[in-house]
C-alpha cells in the first residue's frame, strides 16, 4: 500500500514557540491530505482538510491561525502550531488519499513545555 | 449525517478466546466502512473496509467484519485472540464532505488479551 511519513515523529519545545510537522506522500500524488489530533486514550479528531494549491478547511471549533497548514506541492503538507501552549501537547497524524483508501502516517508527538 | 458508535471503550478476552469488537453505524446513504488498529505511540493500519461488495469482509491478521444493513452494524470478529491482538481498535465512515470525502472515526475499543 501507500506510504506515509511525519517528521518529526516526536517533539519537545518551549511554550509560545512555534512547531513544523511535515507529512510526505511517498510513493504516490496526494491532492488533499488530512490532519487529526489525538488526545491520551481518545479517538482521532480531525482538525483539517489540506488541499494542494488551496486553504485548507477546518472543522469547527478548530483555530486556522493556531493550526497552520500549508500543501504546498502533490506530495507535502505541513502543520505549524503557532504559539505552542502546553494544551496543545497531543499526537498529531495526517493521512492522504489514494485509491479510495486513505493512508495514515505514523504520527508525531507534541509535547509543550 | 455518518457517524459511527463503538459499544465498549474496553474489551478483554483470553488468549485463544473469540473477539468480537462492536461498530453501529448511521448514515443516509450505503457507507464506506473500516477498522483500523492502532499500536501505542504509532499510526492507523487498515485492517479491512466495506465498500458495497461482499458483506463479508475479511481482512489482515485473521480479522473480518460483517456488514448488516439491517442492523446497521459492522462488528469486528476474529476466531481466535492472540496475544499480538492487544492494541486500540477504531471503527470509522467515510462522509462526504465539501471537497470531497473525509473519515470519521469512532471513539476507539482498547482490546486486552490475558495469557
Known amino acids: 500500500g501507500a506510504v506515509v511519513s511525519q517528521h518529526p515523529s516526536w517533539v519537545i519545545c518551549k511554550s509560545g514557540t512555534s512547531v513544523k510537522i511535515e507529512c510526505r506522500s511517498l510513493d504516490f500524488q496526494a491532492t488533499t491530505m488530512f490532519w487529526y489530533r489525538q488526545f491520551p486514550k481518545q479517538s482521532l479528531m480531525l482538525m483539517a482538510t489540506?488541499?494542494?494549491?488551496?486553504?485548507?478547511?477546518?472543522e469547527q471549533g478548530v483555530e486556522k491561525d493556531k493550526f497552520l497548514i500549508n500543501h504546498a506541492s502533490l506530495t507535502l503538507s505541513t502543520l505549524t502550531v503557532t504559539s505552542a501552549h502546553p494544551e496543545d501537547s497531543s499526537f498529531y497524524i495526517c493521512?492522504?488519499?489514494?485509491?479510495?483508501?486513505?493512508?495514515f502516517g505514523p504520527g508525531t508527538r507534541l509535547t509543550v513545555l | 449525517a455518518q457517524s459511527v458508535t463503538q459499544l465498549g471503550s474496553h474489551v478483554s478476552v483470553s488468549e485463544g478466546a473469540l473477539v468480537l469488537l462492536r461498530c453501529n453505524y448511521s448514515s443516509s446513504v450505503p457507507p464506506y466502512l473500516f477498522w483500523y488498529v492502532q499500536y501505542p505511540n504509532q499510526g492507523l493500519q487498515l485492517l479491512l473496509k466495506y465498500t458495497s461488495a461482499a458483506t463479508l469482509v475479511k481482512g489482515i491478521n485473521g480479522f473480518e467484519a460483517e456488514f448488516k444493513k439491517s442492523e446497521t452494524s459492522f462488528h469486528l470478529t476474529k476466531p481466535s485472540a492472540h496475544m499480538s491482538d492487544a492494541a486500540e481498535y477504531f471503527c470509522a465512515v467515510t462522509k462526504r464532505s465539501t471537497g470531497g470525502f473525509k473519515t470519521i472515526f469512532g471513539a476507539g475499543t482498547r482490546l486486552f488479551v490475558k495469557a
Open positions: 493521512s492522504a488519499r489514494a485509491d479510495n483508501e486513505q493512508f
Open positions: 489540506s488541499n494542494e494549491g488551496s486553504k485548507a478547511t477546518y
